[in-house]
Each structure stands twice: as C-alpha cells, then as structure tokens.
C-alpha cells in the first residue's frame, strides 16, 4: 500500500501562486508516475500534470501549460506542483495519484494511489 497527504491548499487571489505537496509512504516501489488531478464542483475529475520517476518526463493539460510545474522529491518522498498566474477556473480539490503501470498517466483510471484532496480556491 501507498499513502498519499496532499497539503499547501488555500484561497488565493487570480494572479497569485501556490505551492501544492503530496507526501507519501507506505511500500516502495522501484519506480512509478506521479501525478496531480483536480475535480471541481459538478465536474469530473481531470488530468493537471504528470511527472516519471526521475523527472525526465513531464506532461501537462493544455488548460494548466505554462503556469503549473510538477517536480518531485524522491529522496524525501514528496510530489510538488507549482501554481503560478492562477485564475478563477483553477478552483478545485486537487489530488496527487500513483501510476504503477507507467501507462495512461494522463487518465484517472491509469493510476493506482490517490490521496484525499486539498482545497484550492481562487478569487476573482
């Protein structure tokens, strides 16, 4: 098993920035995907960004390109992702996930691990 703690949500205001982290433990794997999701109200849960084991490989929604940085920590377990120029429409709970399969890393049925969520809202 894999446990996941999402922290570093908040309310920020459009054009500001936050800094999401995903702790993890639990069993280890030789190595996986991370990758960060996010479901606001009435919607489904979407891809945000993707991130392989060493880092080398990166992939990102269109809607978040440019703006958002995942990166990843694996000697201190920890899964970041680097909100800049934020806007209204990035409001939602934002969850970090394990990919054991190496693939469909940009859907949620592709990963195996999900943490609760952390809450991101930002104002206009």
């Known amino acids: 098993q894999v446990q996941l703690v999402e922290s570093g949500g908040g309310l920020v205001q459009a054009g500001g920035s936050l800094r999401l982290s995903c702790a993890r433990s639990?069993?280890?794997?030789?190595?996986?995907?991370m990758g960060w999701f996010r479901q606001a109200p009435r919607k489904e849960r979407e891809f945000v960004a993707a991130v392989s084991w060493s880092g080398g490989a990166t992939y990102y929604a269109d809607s978040v390109k440019g703006r958002f940085t995942i990166s990843r920590d694996n000697a201190n377990k920890i899964l970041y992702l680097q909100m800049n120029s934020l806007r209204p429409e990035d409001t939602a709970v934002y969850y970090c996930?394990?990919?054991?399969?190496?693939?469909?890393?940009?859907?949620?049925?592709?990963?195996?691990?999900w943490g609760q969520g952390t809450q991101v809202t930002v104002s206009s």
């Open positions: 996930a394990a990919n054991l399969r190496w693939s469909a890393v940009t859907r949620t049925d592709g990963y195996d691990y």
């Open positions: 639990g069993r280890t794997f030789n190595s996986y995907y």
